[in-house]
């Protein structure tokens, strides 16, 4: 099994502090929300948010929402292989089912944050999503993983293939990408993991990292062509 941990992520509602801001008002206004209900967005909060600390790394929902879109579409989530975790900033933690189809326009995904960091569980039909309260190292310690390599431009060059040596098709592996758009992560993830990676020698996005980590599986354990295997005896 291979676990996904997207790692202080930028995702979070907005802050008491600028709440008050005309911008968020505004915002909240149409969107019928109370201000701090909102989530908070760069594209559209930034003149809110210049006060902030970290204010030029924090409100991408969008970052969360192409990582989610590209590892839930993949054959070894479909084979319910995959497990995947959001671990924000705040220690909030997002639980995601295999199943769920989440929503492809920005506006609705947004839309099931807001109304998963009210609730605690989205959609309301038929929770699909949890929130709770989780630090890296406690979600870490709950999947007790075999091996956990966490990607960073500081790491140790590896190439793909090599991702996976001396572990077994049946370990459970631990991945941790961030879920920001630059700097470091703000967990100890270099204490937390066994091995720090670089796979390129140029920065690359989060949902690329992703794909690449997910085909390295699928293709050191022979994911596609069982599948193919599979399709191929069915009458």
């Given at each position: 099994?291979?676990?996904?941990?997207?790692?202080?992520?930028?995702?979070?509602?907005?802050?008491?502090?600028?709440?008050?801001?005309?911008?968020?008002?505004?915002?909240?206004?149409?969107?019928?929300?109370?201000?701090?209900?909102?989530?908070?967005?760069?594209?559209?909060?930034?003149?809110?948010?210049?006060?902030?600390?970290?204010?030029?790394?924090?409100?991408?929902?969008?970052?969360?929402?192409?990582?989610?879109?590209?590892?839930?579409?993949?054959?070894?989530?479909?084979?319910g292989l995959l497990?995947?975790?959001?671990?924000?900033?705040?220690?909030?933690?997002?639980?995601?089912?295999?199943?769920?189809?989440?929503?492809?326009?920005?506006?609705?995904?947004?839309?099931?944050?807001?109304?998963?960091?009210?609730?605690?569980?989205?959609?309301?039909?038929?929770?699909?999503?949890?929130?709770?309260?989780?630090?890296?190292?406690?979600i870490i310690s709950?999947?007790?993983?075999?091996?956990?390599?966490?990607?960073?431009?500081?790491?140790?060059?590896?190439?793909?293939?090599?991702?996976?040596?001396?572990?077994?098709?049946?370990?459970?592996?631990?991945?941790?990408?961030?879920?920001?758009?630059?700097?470091?992560?703000?967990?100890?993830?270099?204490?937390?993991s066994d091995e720090?990676?670089?796979?390129?020698?140029?920065?690359?996005?989060?949902?690329?990292?992703?794909?690449?980590?997910?085909?390295?599986?699928?293709?050191?354990?022979?994911?596609?062509?069982?599948?193919?295997?599979?399709?191929?005896?069915?009458?």
């Open positions: 099994m291979l676990h996904l941990i997207l790692a202080d992520c930028e995702l979070e509602t907005v802050p008491k502090e600028i709440s008050r801001h005309r911008v968020i008002i505004w915002h909240a206004q149409r969107r019928g929300r109370r201000p701090t209900e909102l989530l908070l967005d760069s594209n559209l909060h930034y003149p809110a948010m210049k006060g902030l600390p970290d204010s030029d790394r924090r409100g991408r929902p969008d970052i969360v929402h192409a990582c989610l879109l590209f590892a839930m579409d993949t054959p070894l989530n479909r084979e497990k995947i975790y959001v671990h924000t900033r705040h220690d909030k933690l997002i639980t995601i089912d295999p199943t769920a189809r989440l929503p492809r326009a920005n506006n609705r995904f947004v839309g099931l944050m807001e109304h998963l960091f009210l609730a605690g569980t989205a959609p309301p039909d038929k929770p699909l999503l949890r929130l709770e309260d989780a630090s890296l190292k406690k709950n999947i007790k993983p075999v091996k956990t390599i966490a990607f960073s431009e500081r790491g140790k060059k590896k190439h793909w293939g090599d991702f996976y040596s001396n572990v077994k098709k049946d370990d459970d592996v631990c991945l941790i990408v961030g879920g920001f758009p630059h700097g470091d992560f703000l967990s100890d993830v270099p204490k937390l720090l990676v670089c796979i390129d020698p140029e920065l690359l996005r989060a949902p690329t990292v992703i794909m690449r980590a997910i085909f390295a599986y699928e293709d050191t354990y022979g994911i596609t062509k069982t599948r193919l295997a599979r399709s191929s005896n069915v009458p």
